[in-house]
């Protein structure tokens, strides 16, 4: 009987499952096998089928098998059973086909080959097919699964990017540019290593004045021979390079960095922000250059802050002023910022001192202009009351953060 003893088709499906499972599982599968694969045993003088309808008849049976243990397989759907069942039916040494050939085609009197043939072929042709289909649908399966493994998750949150922001010297910087743009000033930049000359001599500072005292700088050892270089103390430079070089009417504003030889402190740095404003015209006046200042201290502080002139002394300004803003914290009230005095120092300004125009061959009794120097760090303290001024150069995130 077929499933007995050496008679089980072992391992010739090539299958992975360890060969004492294997057996078990086809011994399992074979013996419980119901009576019409047993015919496949014998031959059909055996089983006395003499006539091509009785040879069709036991492929119909066979078939019919098939088509059931197929059903069932499906039905369970389970990896071990689609390897046996495979082999059981077509295995090389001991399947079903192999049987039939065997048993059934080979020893079959001639009368009865043209008709096995036939229906044999076409079983194999069933089968042949029922497998293809069944391949094709495991493929799809797997894909499918693994496109679904695979596939993005459109609900899953996305990458946040910490976004940047403008530094809030950046912000002051192109505030101001803004206003001054509109009032028809246009941007200059220049070098921050300078001459000695147009950081002081061509300002009207010349080499022993205590002016430069407290605009002490860094010295570069310079090439021998050539004029020794310092870094900028203010961006008033700018005034005498644009002179220099181009004919009033003026009006231009100079962002860039400064140097000092200070110790940092919540008020000092060895580095600094300046604006520098200039214009110079022929018919300029002291009511042009207080209605410049006062136009620019509302836009940037605010409509409701007042101005005022304080007398001072700049060597290249004359008269020379220190602009006052009634306090932005307590609206000029009072306060320990403004020291109870209402009033808070903006930035240095001035009419041109005629001395300077010397130096840059210009007409003095023809021209007249005004000029101011804009502490960026100071500006934006005042704006965003902040009160370290370190808190700017030491990248710290959450200082940074609230600016932008
Ligand atoms: N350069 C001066 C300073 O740095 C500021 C200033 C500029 C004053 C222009 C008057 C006019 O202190």
Not at 107 to 128: C, F, M, T, Y
Not at 363 to 380: H, M
Not at 381 to 398: E, M, P, S, W
Request: proline residues 6%; aromatic residues 10%; glycine residues 6%.
């Amino acid at each position: 009987m077929w499933g007995h003893g050496n008679a089980v088709p072992l391992h010739d499906c090539g299958c992975t499952i360890q060969r004492s499972v294997h057996v078990q599982i086809v011994t399992h599968f074979l013996t419980t096998m119901p009576e019409p694969l047993q015919k496949i045993e014998r031959t059909l003088q055996q089983l006395e089928a003499g006539t091509n309808e009785q040879v069709s008849a036991l492929f119909v049976e066979v078939r019919k098998k098939f088509n059931d243990q197929e059903a069932l397989r499906r039905k369970e759907n389970n990896p071990t059973n689609l390897l046996v069942f495979w082999t059981t039916w077509l295995g090389r040494k001991s399947g079903v086909l192999t049987k039939i050939t065997e048993n059934w085609l080979k020893p079959s009197p001639p009368d009865l080959k043209r008709i096995v043939g036939q229906e044999l072929n076409s079983l194999k042709a069933h089968i042949e097919a029922v497998r293809l289909e069944q391949t094709a649908a495991t493929e799809m399966a797997a894909e499918s699964a693994a496109s679904l493994r695979e596939r993005e998750d459109l609900s899953l949150p996305g990458v946040a990017r910490p976004l940047g922001s403008r530094h809030p010297l950046r912000q002051t910087f192109e505030e101001i540019e803004r206003i001054f743009l509109s009032l028809g000033y246009s941007v200059v930049a220049g070098p921050e290593m300078e001459t000695p000359y147009y950081n002081f001599e061509a300002l009207n500072i010349p080499e022993h004045h205590p002016a430069r005292d407290n605009m002490d700088t860094f010295y570069m050892a310079a090439p021998s021979g050539a004029a020794p270089l310092l870094l900028r103390t203010h961006t008033s430079p700018m005034q005498i390079r644009t002179m220099e070089k181009q004919q009033p009417p003026v009006r231009i504003i100079v962002p860039g960095k400064v140097y000092r030889r200070d110790n940092p402190d919540a008020t000092h740095g060895f580095m600094f922000h300046q604006i520098e404003g200039l214009a110079v015209d022929t018919d300029i006046t002291f009511c042009d250059f207080r209605g410049t200042v006062e136009y620019f201290v509302r836009e940037f502080l605010g409509p409701k802050v007042k101005t005022r002139l304080r007398p001072s002394y700049f060597p290249f300004t004359e008269p020379s002023v220190e602009v006052d803003a009634t306090c932005v914290f307590c609206a000029g009230k009072g306060c320990n910022v403004c020291k109870q005095s209402g009033w808070i120092e903006l930035f240095g300004a001035g009419m041109v001192d005629p001395a300077v125009y010397g130096f840059v061959n210009y007409d003095a009794k023809k021209l007249s202009g005004f000029a101011f120097g804009l502490g960026v760090e100071r500006l934006t303290q005042l704006k965003y009351n902040i009160n370290d001024l370190q808190l700017y150069f030491q990248n710290d995130v959450r200082f940074l953060r609230q600016f932008a």
